[in-house]
């Protein structure tokens, strides 16, 4: 059992793990802002374009709520709400598009990176010692 526990924290503490872990952690909070993004700054201008119909609230109600004589809900109405369903599809189609952004920007810092890499010129390698004992002998025998 300790082997197996040993495993596991050697797993846990790997680099890619952690990595793993901050990016979930840090794709949450990015999904919270988008949501907020798409909820409270894009579908009030949907609903503004639709005549002021609020967006999330579009639904295909199947069966009416059920109230009793003084209004109070009985049984709760059932509806397909295809205005969030649409809300959804929008928020990944903006976190989709961040990420592609994010992803097209590093991918061109690592191809300038490789340019100047590419435009250094490199050092001439230095001659093995066989290669200098020679280029020795052919000088000595040129001198003679």
């Not at 794709?27 to 002021?52: R, Y």
């Given at each position: 059992m ?25 794709g ?35 069966r ?30 903006i ?13 061109k810092?690592h191809?300038?990176t ?31």
């Amino acid at each position: 059992m300790k082997k197996f526990f040993a495993e596991f924290k050697a797993f846990a503490m790997r680099g890619n793990v952690i990595d793993l872990a901050v990016g979930v952690v840090v794709g949450g909070a990015f999904g919270g802002i988008t949501t907020s993004l798409v909820n409270d700054m894009i579908l009030p201008f949907v609903s503004l374009l639709t005549g002021g119909l609020d967006f999330t609230a579009w639904k295909w109600v199947l069966r009416e709520a059920v109230l009793d004589a003084e209004g109070a809900e009985i049984t709760a109405a059932v509806s397909v709400n295809y205005g969030n369903f649409i809300s959804v599809i929008l928020n990944f189609i903006i976190v989709a598009f961040a990420i592609f952004c994010v992803i097209k920007a590093l991918n061109k810092a690592h191809e300038l990176t490789e340019k100047k890499k590419e435009e250094a010129p490199a050092a001439p390698p230095e001659p093995s010692a066989e290669e200098k004992l020679l280029t020795e002998i052919r000088d000595l025998l040129r001198n003679k």
